[in-house]
């Protein structure tokens, strides 16, 4: 058996599943499985697929169109693999990306998950000049999570047993955040790393479906995420009132701000509880987490712009 099993969906990306495929096909770490699951396309990307010849590559199919959720939660359901890489259908893995994942996770046995730095590139391939830089502390990882998603989806890879054992899957209805929600359920067994080298090259600046959702439905996006938050928030043990709640959802959602001095009051208050809350329960990142809601309240009052009208 393969140690490693990968996982991609697949859905109209026949410009770019072949140079996705590739760089998996192509990395320095050879010991791994490729399932491919097709969602119904309605273009050529399943026939190109069918074209590759690798017997690593299983190469399934969908009766009907489910979704990316429910994609990638067939192909998990055929990983047997010690670890599950995760790979998107339009993304470009660097080859040394599953050498250098194995090996970190090999060598932290605390570690559930692990990622790395993403590059933009734009449709035809080209470096965007644009990082996302995402932190390598485990304990602060696990901290910033509770309001911002730090691991990059196509750049994970994951102990298999913690999959099997909490059954985690990805979500429906999370109109593009499915991964936040994934990454978060993981975070609640176990601490997520990042290695600090780029492990994806996330192709932006087309219609992909992060993209599409946030333009068409912009407002259950901002509900997903919310409900992530307070997921979180629940399962580690805080308890908050209403209104804290409601402010850092409001506050922490995506392009979200302070918009008033009571708002500003309400949210150090909350924050201030979280921390409180930490130390109480002997959480043992519970320092990160203070470091995380004093960075993101100053970050958020830095753009208080209303304080200097």
Known sequence: MPRISVIM?????????????????????TDFELFIVDDQSTDNSYEIVQQLQ??????????????????????????????????????????????KEILYLDSHKDIAAVGGHCRYIDGNG??????????????????HIIFD??????????????IQKYNIQYRDNMYGTEDYRFWA?????GFLGNINEVMLYWRTNYENETEKAFKVHSMERKNAIASTQKYLLEKLGFQLDEKDINVLISVFREHGSVSSMEEIQVLFCALQKIVKQAEDMGMVNSNEIKVMCRKRFGEKIGKAFFLWE
């Open 9 to 29: 969906p697949l859905y109209n990306a026949e410009k770019y599943v072949r140079q996705s495929v590739s760089s998996i096909l192509n990395q320095t770490y």
């Open 54 to 99: 690798d017997s690593r590559i299983h190469l399934l199919q969908n009766s009907e169109n489910l979704g990316i959720a429910q994609t990638r939660n067939i192909a998990l359901q055929h990983a047997e693999g010690e670890y599950i890489a995760i790979m998107d259908d339009d993304d470009i893995a660097p080859l040394y990306r599953f050498e």
């Open 126 to 143: 080209n470096d965007l000049g644009k990082q996302w830089n995402i932190f390598t502390n485990p304990r602060y990882i696990n901290a």
């Open 149 to 162: 998603n730090p691991i990059p989806n196509s750049s994970g890879m994951i102990r298999n047993e913690i």
């Open 185 to 189: 359920e993981c975070s609640v067994h």
